[in-house]
């Protein structure tokens, strides 16, 4: 080798150590500032405000054990916790609901923002803190003093704020309840696009096409006091030829309710119990991001009077109360109600500047809002609000709509919930609910003398003069919203007698919900329906119910199991009418078919990882249903761009490929008999498009977990994953007692018996941390992932905090 090209090779080389030194140097920097921003795990802190010591001591996997003098010291200790661990999060729920992401963001952020600031939701936050009661808010007060604290405690500030180059703004009391509305985003329609779908699909196919389309029940029907609906009749329609009835295809979101929020909760009395006491199983199902949505938590601390109490399970960041529990005498657990709460109100105008109300015409009030955004200019938006709500369209001529929702109340949200940590009985706990100001929820109880019960939270609407379930006018004073259901109004099942109604189910001794209808008669009516869910899922949890408690005593594990269960015997038929439709004559017209018959045939019935009949069966129901249903979408979409169809149309389509009415078939197809076999195909070319044989066409293919911290979407791949959770094939389904999807799934599993709490089951995905260099980022993750039971109340101390008065 020649000295010259010796030399340079010699500097090349250097300049490449040079460059790994000081690559590793920056790593080591970037590491040691992260490291920097780790909350204190032991030793003590002073915390101004406190009475006396607070003691905090986390397991070993994070789950804090606080113990102070009085509940105001723990909800201290707890904001204190929430901000080290949880900060970010906080901000960003905080955020979603003000309307302030695109400060943080900039531009990209922008829709979502105007899209919140439609609701004025920090102004009515403002008013909900002003109207507290003194004990409600000395208890906010002290929390958000704790966040504020335990956010100035940490070394530096949290690590997304370095990453983003931005301070963390201080806490305030609007913003804890600012958290909550974000919850109403997720749990409600905030956009009045169930009624809009309604008006749509009635105005392209009348009274009869919407009855038949979005019944108000179906055939999978579950409700815990026994009501069905009788089916519908078919629609008097008939479709024109192919040139004329032009057909729309669906995106998969269309019909795949998995995005849809919602929850199981399920009972059983202490009639069917091994102990005598009460079993409570939930597992609310909500969007999975890292941090994850929960904070376990076990609150100690005494009462004025000097009674103990104890309550565990999970906190919302930014809260200072349990959200969902066991306070050793009751336990309580959440799914979303989907009962009726957001109407579309029909508007007179004049001239743009005035609608008519009932009490004359009225201007239309213009609200500014200011939107920082990063990096660029602050944008200006206009918000213009009628007595009934926001404008959200126009109607047509000289009418507009606006949106009349209970969260635009401030009545309709309080800190109530932090009631339950101290109610004695369920007969307490109802009375409690009703007072409860929160997205309406239906509650189940049990307590330790064995009783169980359902109920609702939330301010529920008293409507006069119509159903709502489609948009009317308001402005003659004939419809309209009287005030709130009284207490006395709200529908109570209950598994013993407490001067309430006791009905059929209960009278088993087991309650569930799981977002369906619950009642019907005139509890329904009052209810009203905001999108219940097709009942598979309650039918399945129902039948687990009755077949456990008829062979045994039930105890914690058996829950669990229901919780676990990815069978779907809702398939069965699908199954069926695959079978039938992939005969000798189509086998042998196309190889694959035959391979998709005995992979149909070999389905062991569940929504396994490994399983490719499930998955075929299932896209056979999907492309069913998008071929069946092509030609009556285009018409409501016409109407309302964002119009889709609703979670009951399931037996509609049934009806159609079973009874097969000519004059209802797609008319891009000679017969049904076609039809069921093109959307068998369409399956194929799915697999074929993947890349897979029908046999690699797995569930588990499709159902990994994308679990994902805001900030990987935006990284290298290496780098965001490490901040996500692992991508893994996870069993289970939309329409199972095992709701999982890639990004949507189980957010707790919780079984308590109230009193009996050391026999608790638990499992939550992610972990108590929201720090990637923290052991808690991880810690139970797996556990969750693979179903493994793990104790409800937190293990032995590995870490201890002491918070002392300043």
Not at 138 to 166: C, F, H, I, T
Not at 263 to 285: E, W, Y
Not at 403 to 431: P, Q, Y
Not at 768 to 781: D, E, N, T, V
Request: glycine share 8%; charged share 20%.
């Amino acid at each position: 080798m020649t000295s010259p090209l010796r030399k340079r090779l010699q500097i090349l080389f250097s300049l490449l150590s040079l460059l790994a030194v000081l690559a590793l140097a920056a790593a080591a920097i970037a590491y040691s500032v992260m490291r920097s921003s780790l909350p204190q795990l032991d030793g003590a802190v002073r915390l101004a405000g406190l009475s006396v010591p607070v003691k905090v001591e986390r397991d070993a996997q994070g789950v804090p054990r606080i113990t102070g003098a009085a509940r105001n010291d723990v909800a201290r200790a707890l904001g204190f916790l929430h901000a080290q661990d949880r900060y970010f999060q906080m901000d960003l729920l905080r955020r979603r609901a003000a309307g302030e992401l695109a400060e943080l963001f900039g531009p990209a952020a922008l829709p979502l923002d105007k899209s919140a600031r439609l609701h004025g939701f920090r102004g009515t936050a403002a008013k909900v803190v002003a109207a507290m009661p003194p004990g409600h808010r000395a208890r906010l007060d002290a929390y958000v003093a704790g966040v504020n604290a335990g956010l100035q405690s940490l070394p530096r500030r949290p690590w997304e704020y370095l990453a983003l180059r931005l301070e963390p703004r201080a806490w305030t009391a609007e913003d804890s309840i600012l958290c909550v509305y974000a919850m109403w985003f997720d749990l409600q329609d905030s956009t009045g696009s169930q009624d809009l779908s309604m008006r749509a699909l009635a105005g392209a196919y009348g009274a009869g096409g919407a009855a038949f389309f979005a019944p108000r029940g179906n055939s999978a029907d579950a409700a815990i006091d026994g009501t069905a609906f009788p089916a519908p009749e078919l629609p008097a329609l008939r479709l024109k030829a192919p040139e004329e009835t032009p057909t729309a295809a669906l995106a998969p979101a269309d019909l795949d309710p998995s995005l849809r929020p919602g929850s199981n909760s399920f009972a059983v009395a202490g009639t069917h119990t091994a102990s005598g006491v009460a079993l409570l199983a939930n597992d609310m199902h909500l969007g999975l991001n890292v941090p994850h949505v929960w904070y376990r938590a076990e609150f100690n601390w005494r009462d004025p009077a000097g009674r103990p109490h104890r309550v565990v399970g999970v906190t919302l960041p930014g809260t200072p109360t349990m959200a969902a529990g066991s306070n050793g005498s009751v336990a309580w657990g959440f799914t979303n109600s989907y009962i009726d709460t957001t109407d579309v109100v029909i508007v007179d105008t004049y001239a743009d500047l005035q609608y008519r109300s009932p009490a004359g015409w009225r201007d239309i009030e213009d609200r500014t809002e200011t939107i920082k955004v990063k990096g660029q200019a602050d944008a200006q938006l206009t918000v213009r609000w009628t007595e009934w709500g926001p404008l959200i369209g126009a109607a047509e001529e000289g009418r507009a709509y606006a949106l009349r929702w209970s969260a635009h109340s401030r009545e309709a949200m309080n800190l109530n919930l932090a009631e339950l940590e101290t109610a004695g009985s369920v007969a307490d706990g109802i009375a409690l609910a009703h007072q409860i100001g929160m997205p309406n929820q239906n509650i189940l109880l049990a307590d330790r003398t064995g009783r169980i019960a359902w109920t609702l939270t939330g301010r529920i609407p008293k409507r006069v003069g119509y159903d709502g379930r489609l948009p009317v006018s308001w402005g003659y004073g004939d419809r309209k919203w009287d005030g709130w259901l009284k207490s006395e109004e709200t529908p109570v099942v209950t598994s013993a007698p407490l001067g309430l109604p006791a009905e059929a189910a209960a009278k088993e001794g087991v309650l569930w919900t799981a977002n369906n209808r619950v009642v019907g008669g005139e509890a329904y009516a009052k209810l009203g329906d905001a999108g219940y869910d097709n009942g598979h899922r309650a039918k399945a949890i129902r039948d687990d119910l009755l077949e456990l408690v008829a062979k045994k005593k039930a105890e914690p594990a058996d829950l669990l199991t229901v919780q676990l269960d990815d069978r779907a015997p809702y398939l069965g038929r699908w199954r069926k009418l695959l079978l039938e439709t992939l005969d000798d004559k189509a086998v042998a017209q196309k190889k694959a078919r035959g391979e998709m018959h005995e992979l149909a045939r070999g389905w062991q019935g569940r929504a396994a990882t490994d399983s490719a009949g499930y998955r075929l069966i299932r896209g056979f129901k999907a492309k069913v249903t998008e071929r069946a249903l092509a030609p009556f979408l285009v018409k409501p979409q016409q109407s309302y761009e964002r119009f889709r169809w609703g979670p009951m149309v399931e037996d509609a389509v049934w009806r159609l490929i079973t009874e097969k009415p000519t004059r209802l078939l797609n008319p891009d197809h000679p017969s049904w008999e076609s039809l069921l076999l093109a959307a068998a195909d369409d399956v194929i070319a799915d697999a074929d498009k993947d890349g897979r044989t029908l046999a690699q066409f797995t569930w588990g293919a499709r159902n990994t977990l994308r679990m994902q911290h805001p900030f990987s979407r935006f990284l290298p791949a290496w780098l965001g994953r490490w901040l996500d959770m692992p991508a893994e094939p996870l069993p289970g389904d939309s329409n199972l007692p095992r709701v999982q999807s890639a990004t949507f799934g189980a957010s707790q599993r919780l079984v308590v018996a109230p009193g009996r709490e050391d026999e608790g089951i638990f499992q939550m995905p992610g972990g108590q941390s929201g720090h990637p260099l923290s052991p808690f980022y991880r810690a139970g993750h797996d556990d969750w992932a693979q179903g493994r039971p793990t104790p409800l109340l937190p293990g032995p101390a590995a870490h201890t905090l002491t918070l002392t008065p300043q």
